[in-house]
């Protein structure tokens, strides 16, 4: 039997007018990013002329757009998915019946989740331009389609923790962007604060590879790099590093797959404590440590 | 049924429920009666097995709520005193989805939809956006949303609260429809009266406390020492008045310009005695009863004058 949770937000939400309106603004986006790197190429080139083989640098473009809006709308679309239910006060409703709290968090991820993938197949039509010139293949597509789930899923799992501490909706959007942006600039700060004192040639690979996993920006180019046969990444942050072994020389190349792994988990450990946050029971346990009541 | 044991829930410093201790049989409807912040929402909440106790025991047919939350979530139905609902669902898609949540296979939910719905006189307004519905068709949306896996044990929680008196009205037929299928109530309620008429007892609850339990006449003789009996001599009130000052436990005969009130402070056995002697006395009677309506006097009395 289908989660009723993911049953009930999958008609409700394309009911309303905000799916629609997100799905627009998203295919706008994308759309417009594509726009202006044609218009920069050819106003670039000689005699105006698009060069073929600088298609790979479009799918760059649209893919670091598509990142950069997941990571705007996933917490959006979940952040409110726990204290929305509070919020209209049928969380209690829910939690009555016969679901696991698991079941309420899994089915509302997997909603928001639904319609992230809705967003990213949406966007098929327009990378399909990629594909009409070639350079890049399905596979190097796919992987990426992968990679943004995974974001969205860690992205998404956080925001349903924060849902079921706060009861205000607006608080948790606040919150899951502050632990993003620690994510995405405050890892990179770690990195770079130190290399800009000490010397690139000072810094533990280790230290620096720790870092960076959590870094999605950084996993994001990564993986470019590996479906570009390019090796920025590997040169910025790694290539003058101390303490070289063969795990970290692996590892500063594909510093997007442990990027995954690590969403992954993360998204899991998230997901797993808003099912205890929700869960009556677990009250149960802390309040037989209350003191012992007057008689 | 339902037996509560030494329950207790603190908050903090602040105890909620303090050793609370009572028992509802199977099949009776039983009010649960307080001022603001007795306790009542939270017992309730504990007994859903949406809170848990500090210490002490709720037992639904022998299985402790707080242990086995999940099992009991079959026998009972709660509707809290305050809920909302979900915006661009239609009514049956609403009940559809409760009864997802409840383990209900598709196939099983469209005549159990169709009945409760029957049952809560909404069955006109299945197609219906939930969110543009009245207060009280939410209410009793609700309702019907408790009932949907057929659960022995109802926990409601001031389901007509700030309802207009037809909505009320129509609330309590639900509920005498209910108690005729057999199901045990719990019900809480600021409104006596109502409380009064459909219980089979009623539980005052006081700071925390079992202040009273009993039928409605068993709390007021227990509690109030004094009854009002009205009577109506069809003429001659002069005469019964005479009469009823010469019988022992009476007081405070208030004669009204064709009927007679008094205060009795005996048992039922005197108290007939005080019909015979009348009626020995050849006074023709047109009613002898005792009067109802003031149990709001004895909730004052028992709660120490807090408001409702």
Request: with cysteine; glycine share 8%.
């Amino acid at each position: 039997m289908m989660n009723p949770v993911l049953r009930r937000e999958a008609i409700t939400s394309l009911r309303g007018w905000k799916n629609f309106a997100v799905l627009t603004f998203y295919l706008s986006m994308m759309t417009t990013g594509a726009i202006i790197f044609f218009y920069t190429s050819v106003y670039q080139s000689y005699r105006f002329t698009f060069d073929p083989q600088s298609v790979v640098y479009l799918y760059i473009v649209l893919g670091s757009i598509q990142m950069a809006l997941i990571v705007l709308s996933v917490p959006a679309l979940t952040a409110g998915s726990i204290s929305g239910e509070r919020e209209r006060q049928t969380l209690d409703l829910l939690l009555v019946t016969k679901l696991s709290p698991f079941s309420i968090v899994i089915g509302k991820l997997l909603s928001s989740m639904a319609f992230v993938l809705l967003l990213i197949v949406s966007t098929l039509p327009v990378f399909s331009i990629v594909f009409y010139f070639g350079s890049v293949g399905i596979g190097s597509v796919l992987t990426l389609v992968c990679f943004t789930l995974t974001t969205a899923f860690m992205l998404g799992g956080i925001s349903v923790f924060f849902s079921c501490i706060y009861k205000k909706t607006v608080v948790s959007i606040m919150l899951v962007y502050i632990f993003t942006g620690i994510l995405c600039f405050g890892t990179l700060l770690l990195v770079l604060l130190p290399m800009a004192v000490r010397g690139y040639d000072q810094l533990s690979t280790i230290s620096t590879l720790i870092k960076l996993i959590p870094n999605p920006g950084v996993g994001f180019f990564s993986l470019m790099d590996n479906q570009m046969g390019t090796n920025i990444v590997n040169d910025v942050f790694f290539e003058n590093g101390i303490g070289k072994n063969s795990f970290t020389l692996w590892a500063a190349k594909n510093l997007w797959v442990l990027h995954m792994v690590f969403q992954l988990v993360i998204g899991s450990v998230f997901i797993a404590l808003a099912a205890g946050l929700i869960n009556p029971v677990r009250e149960h346990k802390q309040k037989n440590k209350a003191p012992k009541t007057k008689k | 049924m339902l037996k509560i044991d030494g329950l207790v829930k603190n908050y903090g410093k602040f105890t909620a429920v303090d050793h609370l201790t009572l028992a509802v049989e199977k099949g009776s409807v039983c009010g649960f009666v307080g001022p603001n912040g007795a306790g009542k929402t939270t017992t309730m909440r504990i007994m859903a097995g949406l809170l848990n106790a500090t210490s002490g025991s709720v037992m639904i047919d022998e299985v402790e709520v707080t242990k086995n939350p999940r099992v009991l979530r079959e026998k009972i139905g709660y509707m809290p005193d305050f809920f909302g609902v979900y915006d661009n669902l239609k009514v049956t898609e609403y009940m559809d989805f409760f009864a997802g949540a409840y383990g209900i296979s598709y196939k099983e939910r469209g005549p159990i939809i169709d009945n409760l719905l029957e049952i809560v006189d909404l069955s006109h307004k299945k197609d219906f956006y939930v969110d543009s519905l009245s207060r009280g068709m939410k209410q009793r949306l609700c309702l019907a949303r408790s009932l949907v896996h057929d659960p022995e044990l109802l926990i409601l929680d001031e389901p007509a609260s700030g309802l207009d008196p037809r909505a009320r009205v129509e609330i309590k037929e639900v509920l005498k429809q209910l108690q005729e299928m057999g199901k045990t109530i719990i019900i809480s309620s600021h409104i006596l009266p109502e409380l009064a008429e459909m219980c089979t007892e009623i539980c005052i609850i006081n700071q925390g406390k079992l202040a009273a339990q009993g039928s409605v006449q068993e709390i007021m003789q227990k509690l109030s020492q004094k009854r009002m009996i009205h009577v109506q001599p069809l003429n001659d009130v002069e005469r019964a008045i005479q009469i009823l000052k010469e019988q022992p436990f009476i007081r405070a005969v208030v004669e009204n310009t064709r009927d007679v009130e008094f205060e009795f402070t005996g048992t039922n056995d005197q108290l007939s005695n005080v019909l015979k002697q009348l009626i020995l006395a050849e006074i023709p009677i047109l009613s002898f009863k005792e009067k109802e309506g003031n149990l709001e006097e004895v909730f004052m009395q028992i709660t120490g004058g807090e408001s409702i």
